[in-house]
């Protein structure tokens, strides 16, 4: 197929568009560069032994992604770009809304006007409200509660509406949990510059000596060790999900993608203790407003229409996570001595 990628110089994005020219598919990137790496698409594309054609811009352009659309004709796109960070969306939230519901809206006004109808949308876990129980299934309650989680839902409706109004046209929202891990060669993964949001990237950082310490958010939740518990899923089982996605036909569709499996902070502590050969420093802090004891998906959808299932397990996520990390201690901007 011919696939355009929005965003395919990203974390997720990156090793997609690896996956995808692997398979075989003809691919082109956007992305405007603001979190993504012209690096990643580089690695990407030798890892493939392929080439991507790549075009720095940004989706709420709507007039440049016509032009493009005309010029590639694909076939699909996938819709990763956007912004991702709950910390960050809950001072900013015009800046959310901007780019991930006005990026999207423009995206799809730009495949109305081409004729594109077909794509796969980045949407995550976070839409899923309080009231939810876990597992979280497709038809588990929705209420986000904060601006990114708002963002992602405001999109799947917009995808809902416009199917419902052309029958042709094909969506499918994949709601993530948790992604890490990365390309086994340790050449495609996640940098995050400042600190991050997410569980493994800040213990890496705490490895690394970029930060003090884990901070535990409470030890007295209703789980086996008092800590939090969340599905955590390989990002190549991930992209797997998106390459299967593919295959979905007309209508607006959602399935979870994540293991089925939750793990503790303590228990994702250890691991990667394991992985990396070294102890690391961790606190109990207070608990943060908002959060859940448990956050796990329900596969079973994704698994019985697409036929897809996660492979890969926690040691093999944080063994990855660190060869990434080993090799790019600064970034995609810098690569440790020795690294290939």
């Known amino acids: 197929m011919r696939v355009l990628v929005t965003g395919g110089a990203g974390y997720i994005g990156s090793l997609a568009v690896w996956r995808l020219l692997a398979l075989g598919h003809t691919v082109s990137v956007v992305d405007n560069l603001a ?46 770009a956007g912004l991702k960070s709950v910390a960050e969306s809950v001072a900013l939230p015009l800046r959310y809304y901007d780019h991930n519901v006005q990026g999207s809206l ?50 799947e409706m917009m995808l809902r509406d416009f199917c419902a109004a052309d029958p042709a046209f094909s969506a499918v929202a994949l709601r993530y949990f948790n992604p890490v891990g990365a ?4 050449r495609l993964g996640e940098w995050v510059a400042g600190a991050p949001n997410n569980l493994l990237p800040y213990i890496i950082g705490v490895v690394q000596e970029r930060f003090e310490r884990v901070r535990i958010f409470g030890d007295d939740y209703p789980t086996p060790d008092g800590s939090g518990v969340r599905d955590y899923i390989h990002v190549l089982d991930l992209v797997e999900g998106h390459c299967a996605a593919l295959q979905v036909g007309p209508g607006f569709s959602v399935y979870n993608l994540g293991t089925g499996i939750g793990y503790s902070v303590h228990e994702v502590i250890r691991a990667m203790q394991v992985a990396c050969e070294r102890a690391i420093p961790h606190e109990v802090v207070e608990r943060r407003s908002g959060d859940v004891a448990i956050s796990i998906a329900d596969p079973a959808r ?17 063994r990855d996570a660190w060869r990434f990390a080993e090799q790019h201690p600064n970034g995609y901007g810098r690569v440790a001595a020795g690294a290939s």
């Open 35 to 80: 979190n993504g790496s012209l690096a990643a698409v580089q690695s990407a594309e030798d890892l493939a032994g392929r080439a991507a054609d790549f075009v720095q811009a940004d989706i709420r352009d709507t007039d440049l992604l016509i032009r493009l659309l005309r010029d590639v004709q694909p076939q699909a796109v996938l819709h990763f």
């Open 106 to 155: 423009s995206l799809l006004r730009a495949m109305q006007e081409t004729a594109v109808r077909r794509i796969i949308f980045s949407s995550s876990a976070t839409v899923y409200g309080q009231a939810a129980r876990a597992p979280f299934a497709e038809t588990s309650p929705i209420e986000p509660v904060n601006p990114y989680g708002r963002s992602k839902w405001m999109v």
């Open 183 to 186: 390309h086994p060669s340790g």
């Open 302 to 318: 994704a698994r019985h229409d697409l036929g897809w299932q996660a492979q890969y397990d926690l040691m093999a996520m944080c």
